[in-house]
């Protein structure tokens, strides 16, 4: 099935760092979200896009809504140990309504 | 705080046996959705239920997979026979809505997930 480019597909940094990953598309979405997995749980919601240009924050956390709306941008600033995971972005069809998932970016945290 | 829940959390069965999962989503939501995800990958949509009508199943293996959600309210997923293949994560998820209307009310939030494990 279809799935979004995200990227990196995995990064290592060190506690403290800020992290930035990606999520493209070849199709125009009316909303997107970034979900952060943790091995053997589902998907947790962190941030909900609604608008081109849109920036939102939730604590460490800053997502912005692409102005193509062709992509979105999950930002996490001074990186600690349990931001480690699997964050995955969705994007939902304008025509469809379906969401489409990314590929994930794995993130591992060195203290 | 709300949650979907599912059962059960793991499964280990053999090939040719017949496995089910089961969701209850949250209280109110009217959209229930099953996916599929393998590990190293993200999400793909299995099913969707509008309230007890299903809307979309073109991703489903219908040979060997069915879902139901005869109440609109919980939601069973079959696989019969189970294959090597079908080892991965099933997940379940629920919005309040679908479709035009407030963006917010079609966020999906998602259960823990059944892990499946076929030998």
């Known amino acids: 099935g279809q799935q979004l480019n995200q990227s990196p597909q995995s990064m290592f940094i060190q506690e403290g760092e800020d992290v930035s990953m990606n999520c493209t598309s070849s199709?125009?979405?009316?909303?997107w979200l970034w979900y952060k997995q943790d091995p053997g749980e589902g998907p947790v919601l962190l941030i909900a896009?609604?608008?081109?240009?849109e920036l939102t924050s939730n604590g460490r956390l800053t997502a912005q809504f692409g102005i193509t709306r062709k992509d979105s941008f999950l930002n996490i600033s001074a990186s600690i140990p349990s931001d480690v995971g699997i964050y995955f972005c969705?994007?939902?069809?304008?025509?469809?309504?379906?969401?489409?998932f990314g590929t994930g970016t794995r993130l591992k945290v060195l203290a | 705080e709300a949650e979907v829940a599912q059962s059960p959390r793991y499964k280990i069965t053999e090939k040719s046996q017949a496995v089910a999962f089961w969701c209850d989503p949250i209280?109110?939501?009217?959209?229930l959705y099953w996916y599929r995800q393998i590990l190293g990958q993200g999400p793909e949509l299995l099913v969707q239920?509008?309230?007890?009508?299903?809307?979309?199943d073109s991703q489903l293996p219908k040979d060997r997979f069915s879902a139901e959600r005869l109440k609109g309210v919980d939601s069973t997923l079959k696989i019969q026979p189970a294959e090597l293949g079908d080892s991965a994560m099933y997940l379940c998820?629920?919005?309040?809505?679908f479709g035009q209307g407030a963006l917010a009310k079609n966020i999906q939030y998602f259960g823990a997930g059944t892990r499946l494990s076929v030998l």
């Open positions: 239920f509008q309230d007890e009508s299903v809307v979309d």
């Open positions: 199709s125009i979405f009316n909303t």
């Open positions: 998820a629920s919005s309040l809505d």
């Open positions: 209280s109110g939501h009217a959209t």
């Open positions: 969705a994007g939902q069809s304008s025509g469809t309504y379906k969401y489409i």
């Open positions: 896009l609604y608008k081109a240009g």
